[in-house]
């Protein structure tokens, strides 16, 4: 991503750190993150993406403001921002 990254592990588990802006991280919450020097909220490290816990992730894909995920099922989830609906 633009200001954002993502990790997969090989057991299917997603990790995120960087800008929490536009949900992009997957997050469910980022009202007590850190603010960088735009006082945007950030993850400083990576964190486990709780949200997709129950799912085994096999691809990932970072735009400037947004994550994919596709699972082993064919489910993809989308998140961050949508201003041009790259969100589907």
């Known amino acids: 991503g633009d200001s954002h990254s993502m990790a997969l592990s090989k057991d299917?588990?997603?990790?995120a750190?960087?800008?929490?802006?536009?949900?992009?991280?997957?997050?469910?919450e980022i009202r007590d993150l850190p603010k960088n020097s735009d006082n945007k909220?950030?993850?400083?490290?990576?964190?486990?993406?709780?949200?997709?816990?129950?799912?085994?992730?096999?691809?990932?894909?970072?735009?400037?403001?947004?994550?994919?995920?596709?699972?082993?099922?064919g489910t993809l989830y989308s998140f961050g921002g949508n201003t041009c609906g790259q969100l589907g």
């Open 12 to 15: 299917g588990t997603v990790y």
């Open 17 to 28: 750190w960087g800008e929490a802006t536009f949900g992009q991280l997957g997050l469910e």
């Open 41 to 73: 909220p950030y993850q400083p490290y990576p964190v486990k993406v709780t949200a997709l816990s129950n799912k085994k992730i096999t691809n990932i894909s970072c735009g400037e403001l947004h994550t994919l995920a596709l699972t082993e099922s």
